[in-house]
């Protein structure tokens, strides 16, 4: 999928003028999604929490192209996948779960959407995300419908129309983790660098009633590496016991084998 078909247009955010001098472009058509001063003072808070990130990530260029842009992108490319696949709940309705949270990415981007969601960021560590929740709730003009949740994937029992999750745990076994919060129609949307669809991973995802129905590669990612956005789609409403943690890392290990 390339979103990049519009002229740019004058840059009037610092986080859009840093994208330039680092060679990046930023097109008119992004500006359909999203609202630009709550990603602006996103921007600033990542910033100014540098210990979010690994030693390696702590430089201003990176957290702005390995987090935020990255994050961004593949956000509108998951809206515009539902847009032009008409999937149901593309509305003010909405629920959106961000399995994993962590400092708010992707899921927060959500919320600084154009089109208001439900937005749901859930992480069972507080360390990142309450910080968040603190700045969040300072802010005199917070992005509306967004609401924090501290706890562990499998404990959790709310159902949603999209779950996105990034750098959770590793794929196939995320599906798993997330099977339970999903009736039929839902969307898991993952980010992540490579994902192979074999026959036994079909399989698996067979269990749990998804199929692979897309995988997106962002050509505006590609200064990064190879990025992959894959798109899972839930075919059956049936009841789904949440799997325990001890059999989620059981799948860990099957997979990595």
Not at 156 to 185: M, N
Not at 189 to 204: D, M, P
Not at 238 to 257: C, E, L
């Amino acid at each position: 999928m390339n979103l990049l078909s519009c002229e740019n247009q004058k840059m009037t955010y610092l986080w859009q003028e840093d994208l330039v001098r680092m060679g990046l472009q930023w097109k008119a058509v992004y500006n359909e999604y999203i609202r630009m001063q709550p990603i602006q003072e996103y921007y600033d808070f990542l910033q100014s929490k540098l210990y979010f990130f690994s030693k390696e990530d702590t430089a201003k260029e990176r957290i702005l192209q390995r987090h935020l842009y990255e994050s961004l992108i593949s956000c509108i490319c998951i809206e515009k996948y539902r847009e032009m696949n008409d999937q149901n709940n593309v509305s003010r309705e909405t629920r959106l779960l961000d399995a994993g949270s962590g400092p708010g990415l992707p899921g927060y981007l959500f919320a600084c959407f154009q089109k208001e969601k439900n937005v749901f960021l859930l992480d069972s560590s507080r360390r990142k995300l309450s910080t968040l929740e603190k700045w969040y709730r300072e802010q005199s003009q917070p992005p509306p419908k967004l609401q924090f949740i501290y706890k562990r994937l499998e404990e959790h029992r709310e159902q949603y129309d999209l779950i996105t999750a990034r750098a959770v745990i590793p794929f196939p076994v995320i599906v798993e983790l997330c099977a339970h919060l999903q009736s039929k129609g839902g969307i898991l949307a993952l980010l992540g660098t490579e994902f192979h669809i074999s026959r036994t991973v079909k399989h698996y995802l067979d269990q749990y009633n998804y199929v692979s129905r897309e995988i997106i590669s962002p050509s505006e990612l590609q200064f990064l590496g190879h990025r992959e956005i894959l798109i899972l789609e839930k075919l059956k409403t049936k009841p789904q016991i949440p799997s325990t943690w001890k059999t989620i890392q059981r799948s860990i290990k099957h997979w990595k084998k």
